[in-house]
Every structure is written in C-alpha cells, then in structure tokens.
C-alpha cells in the first residue's frame, strides 16, 4: 500500500469514527432534551436551597427558556458520550502506539474521565451552595428582594463547572509530564511556591469574582498538585521508543513473520510446479 492510500485510509477511519461519536452525542441530546427540565431542575437545587421561603427563580427572556434548556440537554449529553467519544479516539490511534504506550494510555483515558466527573461533583455538592449562600447573604443586608434569573444561573453554573473540571486534571497532566520525560518529580516538588501562586490566579480566571469560590478553586487544585506528585512516583519516565527488550521481542515476531510468509511462498510455488507438471504430463499422455 502506498503512503498515499495509507493516508486516505486513515482519513476514511478518521471520519467514520467521528460520525459514530457524533451520531450518539446527536440520540443522546434528544433524549436529555426530552428530560432537560428534570435536569434543569436537578442542576438548580443548590440554588433553590438558599432561596427565600415563596421565592422562585426566572426567566427575564421569553426565549431564555429554550436556550437553557438546549445547551443543559447538549452539555448533558457530550457528557454522558464522553466514554464512547474517547474510546473512538483510542481506536483510531492505537495502532500507531507501542504495547507499553497502550498500557499507560487506558489507565489515562479513565483516570482523565474520573477526574472530570469528580471535579464536577464537587462543585455542585459544595461550591454551588456555598457561593449562593454568601450571594444571597450579600442581598439580605441590602432589603431588596432577590429575583434570579435561571438563564444566568447557569451561565454562572456552567463556569464553575468547567473550571473545576479542568482543574481536577491536574494529577493526571502531572503524571502525563513525567511519563514522557518532560519534568521529574524532584522538578514537581520545586515548583510547590510557583503552584500555590498559580492557583489563586487560575482561581480568579476561572471562576466568578466571588472570594469564596475562588479559595474552593485554589485549595482543591494546591491539594491535586500534591496528589499528582505523589502518583507520579510510581510513574517511570518512558521514550517514544519501546525498550531493548520490547524492541528485540517485535524483531523476533517480525522475523517469524517474514518466515511464515517465506514458507507459504514456497510452498504455492511447489504446489504450482507439481500442477504444471501434472498438465505436462497428460499433455504427453493425450498425444
């Protein structure tokens, strides 16, 4: 095969996997649309929680309604794909990958999955209701009324998701590092005075300007920092290249390979001698 069929194959691979992806984030967004208001429901209970008694959320948009719903049902389902989006992407590229590089890379995918969900967990279950706390604390001292709006509610929802998501990564980026022999652990454990400043500002990037989110922010990710050191010890920094040994097993089956080819050669090449024989033989025997 030519690099250039070579190439157009795995560009064919390429798309059909991307459509297989794409076909059930597609199924799955139905459904979660059909089930988005229990979702959405799901999804405001930090906020319903902290409300005054009578209180009730809005929607200052008449299409506000809609929009939520849809990206809640989209989120919701690119979430839920995500196991199905990741194996597809593993399938397209294992074959390029050495046996050791396929060992690390399944743990990876799961761990990166693992990772985001808790992530995600942890903001709903305590950053949410803590930051509507303080916020609806905030308004109280005031006297006015406090009306939310759920379209920005989940604006507001959706940042602190991902940024938490992102940032719950944190370990599995580290050991990433140190497999490919980027950075060490020792270079990890140097750069603990650099983390703790670089958390706070992640912080405040990614989270809204609220005090309390932002600390919920950097403390999980100063604690995650450590974790990942802690796991990238036991994490031996590999090469693209496979080892010796891995390298000298693949020679050996390739040269089994080349013989089992060699023999089947040779022996399609007797088979056909005998049978031109064979005819030569009855050609003789007819005249």
């Not at 005090?211 to 450590?226: G, N, R």
Request: aromatic content about 14%; hydrophobic content about 55%; glycine content about 4%.
């Amino acid at each position: 095969m030519s690099q250039e069929e070579s190439f157009v194959s795995h560009l064919v691979e390429l798309r059909d996997r991307m459509i297989r992806a794409l076909l059930v984030v597609l199924v799955l967004f139905f459904v979660c649309f059909y089930f988005s208001g229990d979702i959405m429901k799901f999804l405001s209970l930090p906020l319903y929680d902290v409300l005054p008694a009578g209180s009730r959320p809005i929607f200052t948009d008449q299409a506000g309604a809609f929009f939520t719903l849809t990206k809640v049902a989209f989120l919701t389902a690119v979430l839920l794909s995500l196991p199905w989006i990741l194996y597809q992407a593993w399938a397209f590229v294992a074959p390029g990958l050495y046996e050791h590089e396929k060992k690390f890379a399944l743990p990876l995918i799961f761990s990166s999955v693992f990772f985001l969900v808790v992530g995600i967990a942890f903001a709903y279950t305590f950053v949410l209701p803590a930051a509507y706390k303080f916020f609806i604390a905030m308004s109280s001292r005031t006297g006015a009324e406090t009306l939310q709006d759920l379209q920005k509610y989940w604006d507001f929802t959706l940042a602190i998701f991902f940024g938490f998501g992102i940032t719950f990564e944190v370990p599995v980026v580290e050991m990433l590092l140190v497999k490919v022999g980027l950075v060490t652990v020792e270079q990890l454990k140097q750069a603990r005075r650099y983390v703790v400043v670089g958390a706070f500002v992640v912080a405040a990037i990614l989270t809204p300007p609220d005090v309390i989110s932002q600390f919920m922010l950097a403390v999980p990710l100063i604690l995650l920092y450590e974790l990942g050191i802690y796991l990238a010890r036991f994490i031996k920094a590999r090469s693209r290249a496979p080892e010796p040994e891995d390298e000298a097993k693949s020679q050996e089956s390739e040269a089994q390979q080349a013989k089992a080819q060699q023999a089947k050669a040779q022996e399609a090449k007797a088979q056909e001698a005998k049978a031109q024989e064979a005819k030569a033989q009855g050609s003789d025997a007819a005249s």
